[in-house]
């Protein structure tokens, strides 16, 4: 069995630390949800010297990868999957710098939120989403690296940005001790994909984790992402990094968890909100065989419950709210990252809408962030 972490973030990173920064007071405004970090080299700054092996291989391609057009520069993992990393990594003119986006240049990333009008952002990593582990060893000691730089990037932010724990999910123990670690120094969630370890999220296997979750108020944010590698080898599978987000929903709202982790909130994040009409309906379909039987579709059947979903700024937000109601939306940005589901603009362009009300915009925006993740 890997060594255990101490509650106490002890293990030091072999980088110099910058110096401490003079950044705002935290202010009043919007909640981003769903924000990302690139890794870099300093993400795995923080392995002890006996576990510097398992650090991810860096490695140079001709930039034709089906997933990952125009990029060249990857981490790889021993089964030769590649993942995104944030070694010469480029933005866009007009869009935050890779120092930003990498958590490089922690003020910098403060200065963007406060000139967008952000108190606070969710910080999700971008390398787990895709990341395929088969030893347990090697999983335990890159998200203990990775949640040791995110609790030091939350101080330095003065807990501006607050985090998205990665547990190591194939040593549940291990799993546990990290969120006991997060809860103490800025975690706000725990990041799932839809599937996880073979198994659906509601299997008796996480209920450890969950239980752990609930008892220090940390949310479940179940993000875009799949534990099948052909997703992350061929562009055409976009969607099955989706779809199954859907299925999640089903499966854990039709489950007995409600009763089960009263206290435990669950975020659904970038896959959009307008499936929750699909979601519904199928839910109502099987309600006379083996599914919850006490879900009308004449009523808002969110509303009420401890599932929140993140919806876009351009969707058909009055249909949306048929099914979700005003107090189970949110709302992320995915800041730091530079692809079709990417706008750092998306809370203001959200709050110009005039098709809702806008004491339901200021909700999705800011006060249903702070109740998801207990802020």
């Given at each position: 069995?890997?060594?255990?972490a101490s509650v106490e973030c002890s293990i030091e990173p072999d980088y110099t630390p910058r110096p401490?920064?003079?950044?705002?007071?935290?202010?009043?405004?919007?909640?981003?949800?769903?924000?990302?970090?690139?890794?870099?080299?300093?993400?795995?700054?923080?392995?002890?010297?006996?576990?510097?092996?398992?650090?991810?291989?860096?490695?140079?391609?001709?930039?034709?990868?089906?997933?990952?057009?125009?990029?060249?520069?990857?981490?790889?993992?021993?089964?030769?999957?590649?993942?995104?990393?944030?070694?010469?990594?480029?933005?866009?003119?007009?869009?935050?710098?890779?120092?930003?986006?990498?958590?490089?240049?922690?003020?910098?990333?403060?200065?963007?939120?406060?000139?967008?009008?952000?108190?606070?952002?969710?910080?999700?990593?971008?390398?787990?989403?895709?990341?395929?582990?088969?030893?347990?060893?090697?999983?335990?000691?890159?998200?203990?690296?990775?949640?040791?730089?995110?609790?030091?990037c939350s101080k330095e932010s003065n807990g501006r940005l607050r985090w998205s724990l990665v547990p190591?999910?194939?040593?549940?123990?291990?799993?546990?001790?990290?969120?006991?670690?997060?809860?103490?120094?800025?975690?706000?969630?725990?990041?799932?994909?839809?599937?996880?370890?073979?198994?659906?999220?509601?299997?008796?296997?996480?209920?450890?984790?969950?239980?752990?979750?609930?008892?220090?108020?940390?949310?479940?944010?179940?993000?875009?992402?799949?534990?099948?590698?052909?997703?992350?080898?061929?562009?055409?599978?976009?969607?099955?990094?989706?779809?199954?987000?859907?299925?999640?929903?089903?499966?854990?709202?039709?489950?007995?968890?409600?009763?089960?982790?009263?206290?435990?909130?669950?975020?659904?994040?970038?896959?959009?909100?307008?499936?929750?009409?699909?979601?519904?309906?199928?839910?109502?379909?099987?309600?006379?065989?083996?599914?919850?039987?006490?879900?009308?579709?004449?009523?808002?059947?969110?509303?009420?419950?401890?599932?929140?979903?993140?919806?876009?700024?351009?969707?058909?937000?009055?249909?949306?709210?048929?099914?979700?109601?005003?107090?189970?939306?949110?709302?992320?940005?995915?800041?730091?990252?530079?692809?079709?589901?990417?706008?750092?603009?998306?809370?203001?362009?959200?709050?110009?809408?005039?098709?809702?009300?806008?004491?339901?915009?200021?909700?999705?925006?800011?006060?249903?962030?702070?109740?998801?993740?207990?802020?």
């Amino acid at each position: 069995m890997p060594k255990r972490a101490s509650v106490e973030c002890s293990i030091e990173p072999d980088y110099t630390p910058r110096p401490e920064y003079q950044l705002l007071e935290k202010n009043v405004g919007y909640v981003d949800c769903d924000t990302h970090a690139i890794e870099s080299l300093r993400t795995w700054s923080f392995l002890p010297a006996d576990e510097k092996r398992f650090r991810p291989r860096e490695k140079k391609t001709d930039g034709n990868q089906p997933q990952w057009q125009g990029l060249n520069h990857f981490w790889e993992m021993p089964s030769g999957q590649l993942i995104i990393c944030g070694l010469n990594v480029e933005s866009p003119l007009g869009q935050p710098s890779p120092a930003v986006r990498l958590l490089d240049d922690v003020a910098g990333r403060v200065k963007w939120m406060d000139d967008l009008g952000v108190d606070t952002q969710i910080v999700i990593p971008s390398f787990f989403l895709a990341a395929l582990f088969d030893d347990a060893k090697a999983q335990f000691a890159l998200t203990r690296s990775y949640n040791r730089w995110q609790a030091a990037c939350s101080k330095e932010s003065n807990g501006r940005l607050r985090w998205s724990l990665v547990p190591p999910l194939l040593d549940m123990e291990a799993a546990v001790e990290e969120v006991r670690f997060g809860a103490a120094h800025g975690a706000a969630s725990i990041m799932m994909r839809a599937l996880e370890c073979k198994k659906l999220l509601t299997d008796p296997y996480f209920y450890p984790l969950y239980q752990e979750a609930e008892k220090h108020g940390l949310a479940i944010g179940i993000h875009i992402g799949n534990a099948n590698s052909p997703v992350y080898e061929n562009a055409g599978a976009i969607m099955h990094a989706v779809v199954p987000m859907a299925a999640a929903f089903v499966n854990i709202f039709t489950s007995d968890f409600s009763e089960r982790f009263p206290g435990l909130n669950f975020g659904f994040l970038e896959a959009g909100s307008e499936w929750l009409a699909f979601a519904f309906r199928e839910i109502s379909r099987g309600a006379e065989a083996a599914w919850r039987q006490d879900v009308a579709l004449d009523e808002v059947p969110l509303a009420g419950t401890n599932l929140y979903v993140a919806c876009t700024f351009d969707e058909d937000l009055p249909y949306v709210l048929t099914y979700a109601g005003e107090d189970n939306l949110v709302l992320g940005s995915d800041f730091g990252h530079a692809d079709i589901g990417t706008d750092v603009r998306a809370h203001s362009l959200l709050c110009e809408r005039s098709d809702v009300d806008a004491a339901i915009l200021k909700k999705i925006t800011d006060d249903n962030g702070r109740q998801l993740y207990r802020l």
